[in-house]
C-alpha cells in the first residue's frame, strides 16, 4: 500500500493548519469484521462531522487518501457542534442516517439507546484490536456489554508553564494542588506576571473543566460532586482566587483565553489540552516553556476529552463504513493524521504520533484518564453546567463551597435520574 500520497498531504495539511491556528488563535479495504464489500448501498460511504476549519482540514485529507488509496467515494459533510445531535435526530426519524457519524464519546449511549447508531460488536469481534486501546476511552464506545463506538481520537489536560516566570518568581512547577495554590500566589504577590494560573471558567460545561480537575484530584468525580472532594475542589479555587494566583475574571474565560493569557505572559501557569501546543508555538514562538502532568491531591488524575467513529442504524453501506473506521485508526495512518489534528492517540500502539515531547507528556497521562459513565455521560454537558453554576456562586461569594455543592449535587441527581 503506498503512504507517499498521504504523508506529503497530511504535511501540507499540519503547515497549513498551523497557520491558521496562530491566525484564529482550535485494514486494508475488504478487512472488516462484517464480511468486507459493499453492502446494498451506492458504493459511497457517507461521513458526517462537527469539525470547523481549521480542525476539518486533515480530517477531510486523510478521508481523502481513503479515497485515492481504495476508490471508495467517501462524501464528508460538516454539521456545527451546536446542531450536531439534533441533525443526527431528525435524521434518523427521516431514514437518512449517514454510513459513518463521528460524534462526542460521551452521547455513545444516548445514541445507541435512541437508535441512532449501529451494533458494531460483530465488527469488533472479527477485528480483534480492541485491547489496543486504552480502557477509558474503549469503554465510553460500550453500552450494555456491546461495542457501539470505536475511539478515534483523545485528548487530556495537563499543566503548561512558563519557565522563565517560574525561574523569576522562585518556585518550582507545582506536584500537588497545595504547592499550585502557593506557587500561583507568589508568581502574583512577586509581580512576575499578572496572575500565577490561568483557565477557564466560562459559563457553561466548558468552564467546569479547572474545578472538576481539582474535584478528580481529590478523589471525587462529577457524579458525586457534593461530597468532600468537590467541597475540596471548590474551596480550593476560591483560595486561589482571592489570592490574586488565579484572576476572578477567569469566569468569563474560554479556553482560548486562558492560553491568551499564558501566551502574552499575563499568566506564568494554564490548564488546558494537548490541543493548545500548536496555539502556543504559534503565538509565543519565542517562549520557552513546557508541560507537567496536573497536581495530584489524594490522587492523580485528569480529564478525557474523545470522540467515537460510529456506524448510523439502518447503513446500506455498513460492511464498507467499518472498512473505512478500521483503515482510519491504522497506526501507520494516525502517526500521519493526529499530528496534523493536534491530537492524540486512543490507543496504546502508535507511538510515531507522540515523538514530540511535549505531546507525549499529555499521551503519558491517558493511563490517569476519567470520564463519564452509564447515564452519567449522557448527561455529562448538563452535570458539568451545574458545576460551573457552583463555582460561580462560590467566587461570587453567593453561596458557600458546601452549600453550593449539596445544590449542584442534588441538581446532578435531577438530571440524570438518580
Same mark, same amino acid.
Given at each position: 500500500?503506498?503512504?507517499?500520497?498521504?504523508?506529503?498531504?497530511?504535511?501540507?495539511?499540519?503547515?497549513?493548519? $498551523?497557520? #491558521?491556528?496562530?491566525?484564529? /488563535?482550535?485494514?486494508?479495504?475488504?478487512? !472488516?469484521? !462484517?464480511? !468486507?464489500?459493499?453492502?446494498?448501498?451506492?458504493?459511497?460511504?457517507?461521513?458526517?462531522?462537527?469539525?470547523?476549519?481549521?480542525?476539518?482540514?486533515?480530517?477531510?485529507?486523510?478521508? %481523502?487518501?481513503?479515497?485515492?488509496?481504495?476508490?471508495?467515494?467517501?462524501?464528508?459533510?460538516?454539521?456545527?457542534?451546536?446542531?450536531?445531535?439534533?441533525?443526527?435526530?431528525?435524521?434518523?426519524?427521516?431514514?437518512?442516517?449517514?454510513?459513518?457519524?463521528?460524534?462526542?464519546?460521551?452521547?455513545?449511549?444516548?445514541?445507541?439507546?435512541?437508535?441512532?447508531?449501529?451494533?458494531?460488536?460483530?465488527?469488533?469481534?472479527?477485528?480483534?484490536?480492541?485491547?489496543?486501546?486504552?480502557?477509558?476511552?474503549?469503554?465510553?464506545?460500550?453500552?450494555?456489554?456491546? /461495542?457501539?463506538?470505536?475511539?478515534?481520537?483523545?485528548?487530556?489536560?495537563?499543566?503548561?508553564?512558563?519557565?522563565?516566570?517560574?525561574?523569576?518568581?522562585?518556585? /518550582?512547577?507545582?506536584?500537588?494542588?497545595?504547592?499550585?495554590?502557593?506557587? %500561583?500566589? #507568589?508568581?502574583?504577590? $512577586? *509581580?512576575?506576571?499578572?496572575? !500565577?494560573?490561568?483557565? $477557564?471558567?466560562?459559563?457553561?460545561?466548558?468552564?467546569?473543566?479547572?474545578?472538576?480537575?481539582?474535584?478528580?484530584?481529590?478523589?471525587?468525580?462529577?457524579?458525586?460532586?457534593?461530597?468532600?472532594?468537590?467541597?475540596?475542589?471548590?474551596?480550593?479555587?476560591?483560595?486561589?482566587?482571592?489570592? *490574586?494566583?488565579?484572576?476572578?475574571?477567569?469566569?468569563?474565560?474560554?479556553?482560548?483565553?486562558?492560553?491568551?493569557?499564558?501566551?502574552?505572559?499575563?499568566?506564568?501557569?494554564?490548564?488546558?489540552?494537548?490541543?493548545?501546543?500548536?496555539?502556543?508555538?504559534?503565538?509565543?514562538?519565542?517562549?520557552?516553556?513546557?508541560?507537567?502532568?496536573?497536581?495530584?491531591?489524594?490522587?492523580?488524575?485528569?480529564?478525557? $476529552?474523545?470522540?467515537?467513529?460510529?456506524?448510523?442504524?439502518?447503513?446500506?453501506? %455498513?460492511? /464498507?463504513?467499518?472498512?473505512?473506521?478500521?483503515?482510519?485508526?491504522?497506526?501507520?495512518?494516525?502517526?500521519?493524521?493526529?499530528?496534523?489534528?493536534?491530537?492524540?492517540?486512543?490507543?496504546?500502539?502508535?507511538?510515531?504520533?507522540?515523538?514530540?515531547?511535549?505531546?507525549?507528556?499529555?499521551?503519558?497521562?491517558?493511563?490517569?484518564?476519567?470520564?463519564? #459513565?452509564?447515564?452519567?455521560?449522557?448527561?455529562?454537558?448538563?452535570?458539568?453546567?451545574?458545576?460551573?453554576?457552583?463555582?460561580?456562586?462560590?467566587?461570587?461569594?453567593?453561596?458557600?463551597?458546601?452549600?453550593?455543592?449539596?445544590?449542584?449535587?442534588?441538581?446532578?441527581?435531577?438530571?440524570?435520574?438518580?
Amino acid at each position: 500500500m503506498n503512504r507517499a500520497p498521504r504523508f506529503r498531504r497530511l504535511a501540507a495539511v499540519a503547515v497549513a493548519l $498551523s497557520a #491558521t491556528t496562530a491566525l484564529a /488563535a482550535c485494514g486494508s479495504l475488504g478487512g !472488516g469484521g !462484517g464480511g !468486507g464489500g459493499v453492502a446494498e448501498g451506492d458504493g459511497v460511504i457517507t461521513f458526517w462531522h462537527y469539525y470547523g476549519d481549521p480542525h476539518g482540514v486533515p480530517l477531510e485529507a486523510v478521508l %481523502a487518501d481513503y479515497t485515492e488509496e481504495t476508490g471508495v467515494e467517501v462524501e464528508a459533510r460538516f454539521i456545527p457542534y451546536d446542531d450536531f445531535n439534533r441533525t443526527l435526530q431528525q435524521a434518523a426519524a427521516a431514514g437518512e442516517l449517514p454510513d459513518v457519524a463521528l460524534i462526542n464519546a460521551f452521547d455513545t449511549a444516548q445514541m445507541a439507546d435512541a437508535g441512532i447508531i449501529e451494533d458494531l460488536s460483530a465488527y469488533v469481534e472479527g477485528w480483534g484490536e480492541q485491547d489496543a486501546y486504552y480502557e477509558t476511552g474503549w469503554e465510553s464506545g460500550q453500552v450494555d456489554g456491546a /461495542a457501539f463506538g470505536i475511539p478515534h481520537l483523545a485528548d487530556v489536560y495537563a499543566l503548561y508553564y512558563n519557565e522563565a516566570l517560574l525561574t523569576e518568581a522562585g518556585v /518550582a512547577v507545582p506536584t500537588t494542588w497545595d504547592e499550585m495554590e502557593m506557587a %500561583a500566589k #507568589t508568581i502574583t504577590e $512577586s *509581580g512576575t506576571a499578572s496572575y !500565577g494560573m490561568a483557565m $477557564s471558567g466560562i459559563e457553561g460545561a466548558e468552564g467546569a473543566t479547572g474545578i472538576l480537575l481539582r474535584t478528580l484530584a481529590a478523589g471525587g468525580d462529577l457524579a458525586d460532586f457534593g461530597g468532600e472532594a468537590g467541597v475540596a475542589a471548590l474551596e480550593s479555587i476560591k483560595r486561589m482566587t482571592e489570592s *490574586g494566583g488565579l484572576s476572578e475574571g477567569f469566569l468569563t474565560w474560554n479556553e482560548d483565553d486562558a492560553m491568551a493569557a499564558f501566551t502574552n505572559g499575563e499568566a506564568a501557569m494554564a490548564i488546558n489540552s494537548a490541543s493548545a501546543i500548536n496555539v502556543v508555538r504559534e503565538s509565543a514562538p519565542d517562549m520557552k516553556w513546557s508541560v507537567a502532568p496536573l497536581p495530584a491531591d489524594e490522587t492523580e488524575a485528569t480529564y478525557l $476529552s474523545a470522540e467515537n467513529l460510529t456506524i448510523g442504524a439502518g447503513s446500506g453501506d %455498513a460492511d /464498507a463504513a467499518w472498512e473505512l473506521i478500521e483503515w482510519m485508526q491504522q497506526p501507520s495512518v494516525l502517526e500521519e493524521y493526529l499530528p496534523a489534528r493536534n491530537k492524540l492517540p486512543a490507543r496504546d500502539d502508535v507511538p510515531g504520533a507522540v515523538t514530540d515531547p511535549v505531546r507525549a507528556t499529555f499521551a503519558d497521562q491517558l493511563v490517569n484518564a476519567w470520564a463519564p #459513565t452509564g447515564d452519567l455521560a449522557a448527561r455529562s454537558n448538563e452535570a458539568l453546567t451545574i458545576v460551573q453554576q457552583a463555582l460561580q456562586a462560590v467566587i461570587s461569594g453567593t453561596a458557600s463551597p458546601a452549600d453550593a455543592a449539596a445544590t449542584a449535587q442534588a441538581a446532578i441527581d435531577e438530571a440524570v435520574g438518580s
